[in-house]
């Protein structure tokens, strides 16, 4: 049930993360969760796009060293302590999760995207906790 994740680094000047979404908008491809961290001089961005093979190869195409990962996407309770619906099932089998952020406009439903240590078994884990998990089906939303 993994989906595809792509990262890059970026140049961390104005306009650097703007010229990848025109890339990307300009081949009609849409960006569902995104993720941007920085450093002095470099920005580790992660993303999801709707269609990640062509994404990946419209930044290739522009000259960016990508990397395609797969991540979980699970939609999260949306109360007071609903993450732990996940995270906990996680904690007690000792599966990290080494990152985790939002999807963009998902209307009234919250799904994160996560970096796992072992994602077989994260995936086995959340089902058996009735977490629901997107495949493809993320790529439409």
């Given at each position: 049930?993994?989906?595809?994740?792509?990262?890059?680094s970026?140049?961390n000047?104005?306009?650097?993360?703007?010229?990848?979404?025109d890339?990307?908008?300009?081949?009609?491809?849409?960006?569902?969760?995104?993720?941007?961290?920085?450093t002095a001089?470099?920005s580790?961005?992660r993303f999801?796009?709707?269609d990640?093979?062509?994404?990946?190869?419209?930044?290739?195409?522009?000259?960016?060293s990508?990397?395609?990962?797969?991540?979980?996407?699970v939609?999260?309770?949306n109360?007071?302590?609903?993450?732990?619906?996940i995270?906990r099932?996680?904690?007690?089998?000792?599966i990290?999760?080494n990152?985790?952020y939002?999807?963009?406009?998902t209307?009234?439903?919250?799904?994160?995207?996560m970096?796992?240590d072992?994602?077989?078994?994260?995936i086995?884990?959340?089902?058996?906790n009735?977490?629901?998990?997107?495949?493809?089906e993320?790529?439409?939303?």
């Amino acid at each position: 049930m993994p989906v595809k994740q792509i990262s890059v680094s970026l140049e961390n000047v104005p306009g650097k993360l703007a010229e990848v979404s025109d890339y990307l908008g300009e081949n009609g491809i849409n960006i569902i969760a995104l993720s941007v961290a920085d450093t002095a001089d470099i920005s580790a961005v992660r993303f999801v796009a709707n269609d990640p093979e062509k994404a990946a190869n419209v930044l290739r195409s522009h000259g960016y060293s990508i990397k395609i990962t797969e991540v979980l996407a699970v939609e999260a309770p949306n109360h007071p302590g609903g993450l732990n619906a996940i995270l906990r099932p996680l904690k007690e089998v000792s599966i990290n999760v080494n990152y985790l952020y939002t999807c963009l406009g998902t209307g009234e439903k919250t799904v994160l995207i996560m970096g796992v240590d072992r994602m077989e078994e994260a995936i086995q884990v959340l089902k058996k906790n009735w977490v629901h998990m997107y495949d493809e089906e993320l790529y439409r939303l």
